[in-house]
């Protein structure tokens, strides 16, 4: 008897990993479906034969909502209801080329975080819109597609030969005063629903007070230069390894941190909980949205210990690769977007955090140094929001007074 996997939790199947007919034995990936923090792969936990897919990819699946059959060659798959596809043609909805199928999934949690975007040379087409492109002679590379996940279907090919290629891809008209792109309603992804409803709970829910700081971060950037200059091309593990400013302020942080532990704290109703560790999490911007990876324990580990695992990290986010694990749980949170030329912002919390620290750019501009000399010097604004039902004003203004000393005297990172 063909056995149907199941799902555990609403999510987005992003494609399959095996094809109808192949054969599959338990501990086999068989599709990688989007949560509300991720792109993940869904384990398979039956030998057997992939016998139909019941979700075609970018199809929804709803809660228990059987995603495949598996079964022994030749038996007939039961018949069920497919999850939809969302915007997908009625007649090409069973066509999706599915390159494979999904049993079991991996469980969804909250998450939060800028990435690169990846180019994917291969061009997302149905079936049905691939041979009428090729019995017209039209190329796909120009059509937009408005299927799931951009993919062309039928009718993006019959409007391109009705109406021309322009009207499919508005980057190519060059007019001055044109439309800037073409209108059109953009899907919701798991991920950027759950950014939403974790921001609105936040700001609607969190008494948000905001402060910021004007530090010198000339010492820092000379500071970087100089352990690069030594470091950067050892192996890592003999602790070598560039460095960024934002290992340097993570670090700095997580140091400020020990020094004013009352921001390491989350409200909890009827206490207000303090941590002994800190685990730190910091922004990373993907194409879906802000997520937000996690260091555990950062007051236990090096300054390039910090470094390599938030490179990993970073490098798990842009390929959606993170665990829900590795996404939660923080105690502190740092995003910084000085690299866009922001000068100075204020983040919402991050909740349960009872506070984010916002980092704008190093600019130059005249300073007063401790002899009374007016200098260049790198200027950095440093936003603080704080939970004022956990952190005072006082507290937040000590906690960045630390991290000041700190940015300005980095050989404090080490003490």
């Known amino acids: 008897m063909p056995k149907l996997s199941d799902t555990m939790t609403v999510g987005t199947l992003v494609k399959w990993l095996k094809q109808e007919g192949e054969s599959v034995q338990s501990g086999d990936m068989l599709a990688e479906v989007e949560t509300d ?67 079991t999934p991996a469980p969804s949690a909250p998450a939060p975080v800028a990435a690169a975007p990846s180019v994917d040379v291969h061009i997302k087409a149905s079936p049905l819109a691939k041979r009428i492109a090729s019995d017209k002679g039209l190329s796909l590379n120009n059509i937009k597609g408005s299927g799931p996940n ?101 670090k700095a942080s997580t140091r400020a941190l020990y020094e004013v532990p009352e921001v390491n704290a989350s409200w909890k109703g009827d206490h207000i909980y303090q941590y002994g560790n800190v685990d730190i999490a910091f922004g990373v911007a993907i194409d879906d949205g802000l997520v937000t990876p996690v260091i555990r324990s950062a007051n236990t580990k090096s300054l390039h210990q910090i470094s390599q695992e938030a490179k990993q990290l970073i490098a798990k986010a842009r390929k959606k690769k993170l665990t829900p694990n590795e996404m939660s749980n923080s105690t502190f949170t740092v995003t910084n977007l000085g690299m866009y030329g922001i000068n100075s912002f204020y983040g919402v919390i991050n909740a349960p955090n009872a506070a984010i620290l916002s980092v704008g750019g190093c600019f130059k501009k005249p300073i007063v140094n401790e002899a009374g000399q007016i200098t260049i010097g790198q200027s950095m604004h440093i936003g603080f929001s704080g939970d004022h039902r956990v952190v005072d004003g006082a507290t937040g203004a000590r906690f960045l007074a630390a991290l000041k000393e700190i940015i300005e005297s980095p050989a404090l990172l080490f003490v």
């Open 150 to 250: 951009g993919r062309i279907v039928k009718a993006d090919v019959l409007n391109v030969l009705e109406h021309g290629v322009h009207s499919m891809a508005p980057s190519a008209v060059s007019t001055i005063g044109g439309p800037i792109t073409e209108e059109r309603s953009i899907p919701i992804s798991n991920m950027r629903a759950t950014i939403a409803r974790r921001l609105v709970e936040s700001k609607t829910q969190l008494p948000h007070f905001y402060i910021e700081i004007e530090v010198d971060a000339s010492p820092l950037i000379e500071f970087r230069a100089k352990l690069n200059k030594r470091y950067a091309d050892l192996p890592p593990e003999q602790g070598g390894g560039k460095l960024t400013i934002n290992d340097l302020l993570l």
């Open 37 to 103: 923090k991720a792109t993940m792969e869904v384990e398979c936990f039956e030998d057997g034969v992939i016998l139909k897919h019941y979700v075609p990819e970018g199809g929804q699946v709803p809660i228990k909502a059987p995603m495949c059959a598996i079964g022994e060659k030749g038996e007939a798959a039961p018949e069920v209801s497919a999850a939809p596809a969302p915007d997908a043609p009625k007649e090409e909805a069973p066509q999706a080329p599915a390159e494979a199928p999904i049993p």
